[in-house]
């Protein structure tokens, strides 16, 4: 099948080295490349370099708004599109250019989570379970017909980053799955009881509010990690905090009961790892090592 592939984080990489394995990719559409590290030196999307490397074509127009984009993509000639957090909302006109139209890969259990950060937000409100859905494109946001989808359980201290990783290798599968039984496939219109939005992460919401219950907190850890990473003040030093567990034990909000263990509102948590400024990631007990906690945490 010839295929127009649509992506570009990371998580979108294990689709591309899937479908170009079983079919022709016609072109490559990612976001271009954008300033990063202390350089600000433009740095291609992981969809862009993984793309070069297999010797694809790649585009990155900034929209879809000019003719000339719209003609240059209908004149690939695709047979099918697959989309994969592109970043970029399609036009009808290009929704409509493949013959067979647009599919896209979402990380969730459509309704629930529609939107940029299903897989941050699951893991926040405590989700048992989440999965990946093929959806048929319109134009709406995330409001296709569903046509395959297949779900897994959430760990209890499972972070974003553990889950974002095995949700991207069940997309890979589910599109070739899809692919193959295209013409098989009911589409499944999503009902409207059920649905919820997955806002963008703001950095703003990453401090850590001891003043919550325990289990809220540790969802807010496990979720935000490992970006853009939850943290507090240690000693007036910010301190990510990567992965936590509930704990026994109550206090003040905030404050250290034993080790890495920290009382919340109600019950307390343990932190399992934890990311020092200017230093990876380690693990709890490695980073108590050269970090003494005051009696309570800002």
């Known amino acids: ?32 490349p954008r300033p990063a590290g202390r350089g600000k030196a ?6 862009q370099a993984r793309a070069e490397a297999l010797g694809l074509a790649v585009r990155h127009p900034l929209n879809f708004k000019a003719a000339e984009d719209r003609e240059a993509l209908a004149a690939l000639d695709a047979d099918i599109a697959v989309v994969v957090a592109y970043g970029l909302l399609l036009p009808q006109a290009v929704l409509d250019a493949p013959r067979l139209g647009c599919l896209n890969i979402h990380a969730s259990l459509l309704p629930r989570w529609r939107g940029a950060a299903p897989i941050h937000r699951a893991v926040m409100a405590g989700d048992a379970e989440t999965g990946v859905c093929i959806m048929q494109m319109e134009a709406g946001l995330d409001t296709g017909p ?39 496939l009911t589409p499944e219109v999503q009902p409207e009881l059920g649905v ?14 001891w003043a919550r219950p325990a289990a809220e907190v540790v969802r807010h850890i496990n979720g935000l990690s490992p970006f853009p990473g939850a943290w507090c003040l240690v000693g007036g030093e910010r301190v990510k905090l990567l992965r936590a567990t509930i704990a026994e034990g109550a206090g003040a909000p905030g404050q250290v009961l034993e080790g890495f263990d920290i009382a919340c509102a109600t019950g307390a ?16 007990g490695e980073v108590l090592k050269g970090l003494t906690l005051p009696d309570r945490l800002d």
């Not at 948590?269 to 709890?284: D, H, I, N, S, T």
């Open 42 to 47: 433009l740095r291609p999307a992981p969809v």
């Open 146 to 184: 569903v046509l395959l989808r297949e779900s897994l359980a959430i760990g209890a201290t499972e972070t974003t980053g553990a889950l974002h990783d095995r949700l991207s290798a069940l997309g890979a599968k589910l599109i070739l799955e899809a692919l193959d039984l295209l013409g098989e």
């Open 196 to 209: 919820t939005y997955a806002k963008k992460i703001d950095k703003a919401e990453a401090r850590v509010e």
């Open 269 to 284: 948590l343990r932190v399992l790892e934890a990311q020092r400024e200017g230093k990876k990631p380690m693990p709890a």
């Open 1 to 32: 099948m010839r295929i127009l592939f649509m992506g570009t984080p990371d998580f979108s990489v294990p689709v591309l080295d899937a479908l170009a394995a079983r079919h022709e990719i016609c072109a490559v559409y990612t976001q271009p």
